[in-house]
Each structure stands twice: as C-alpha cells, then as structure tokens.
C-alpha cells in the first residue's frame, strides 16, 4: 500500500473515530456475507455501527485521538472489527451479545466471533467488564439515590418523633374521650 492511500485510509480514520470515546473489538473469522449482512442490518437498527479495520493504521490513529491501549495488546492481533454507538460501552456490549447469543441467528454466527475486549472512554477494559458497567441511564439512577439518600434519612429523623408525639397525644385523646361520663337530660 503506497503511503498516499495510507493517509487516505488515516485520514477516513480519524474523520470516524474523532468523536467516538467507547468502542468494541471484535474478530470476526470465516463469517459469511449473509451473517455480516445480517449482523450490521440488525445493529444498524440499534444504532450500532461496525468497521473491520487495519490494525497498524488504527492503532495510530486512536493515539493520535488519545485512546489508551497497552502496547501489545489482544486487541490487534488478527482481523479486527470495531464496533461503536449506543448510549455507552455497557448498552454497547450488551447488545452486540443478545446479538451473537441470538438463537434464531445462532448457525450464522456460530464460533466466528471472538470478543477481544472493548474501549471505555478511551481506556482498554475487558469484554466481561463492560458488559458489567452501569448504562448512562443506570449510573445516573444511583448518583440521584446517592444524592437524595441523606435527605430521605433526614427527614425521616426530623419526622420521627413529630409522629410519634402526635400518635401519643391522639392516644390520650382517645382515652379522654370514651372516659367521659354520659350527659343526661333533666
């Protein structure tokens, strides 16, 4: 490959992944053209897009956009396809599992995928971590619970003995009021 076409190729690159921050790697091998149809149709759907890339080029690129990865990492070793969309690495991995895990897709997808790992927030993780990572939507959910868990405790504490007092106070008013004598009439 001349050097020209190699800039091009850097260049689409870098134009792709300029803004993407969370990626999955795959290797895909001996994956026919109707399960690779079939695949990038039904990500597509999810807004999932895949690119089977050159690992010399790609790896420079993604440092040059201050992706993190060991040296000699799993990842570029073999044919590499990368995927990348979803709302974060988690929806992302997850997705592309029910994917492959499909048993109505099985025999299209059988033994030809290998799941090298994934890029969160430009930072290598392992497959099995992502898919473990809280969803945008799941880690805002616990930081609003984190946040409002004092307050909740607060008031609880504030409220307590108001509410007692007040059960107390009703307790006599009971008593008070079924040991009144009878009023009767001259």
Known sequence: MSKFIKSLEMDALRATFRDVRDLA?????????????????????????????????TRKVLRELNIQFAEDSPFWAGPTMLAWGA????????????????????????????RKGAIADGQAVTWEEAVKMPTRTEAIGRVVTLALSPGRRLMSQILGPGSTLLGQVNTVKDKQGSEAPAVTAP
């Open 25 to 57: 790697v795959l290797s895909a091998v001996k994956l026919n053209s109707q399960g690779e149809y079939t695949l990038r149709a039904s990500l597509r759907k999810k807004q999932i897009r895949l690119q089977v890339v050159k690992n010399s080029l």
């Open 87 to 114: 709302g974060s690495v988690s929806e992302l991995t997850r997705e592309i599992d029910s994917e492959l895990k499909d048993v109505k897709k099985g025999p299209l997808y059988k033994d030809r995928f290998t």
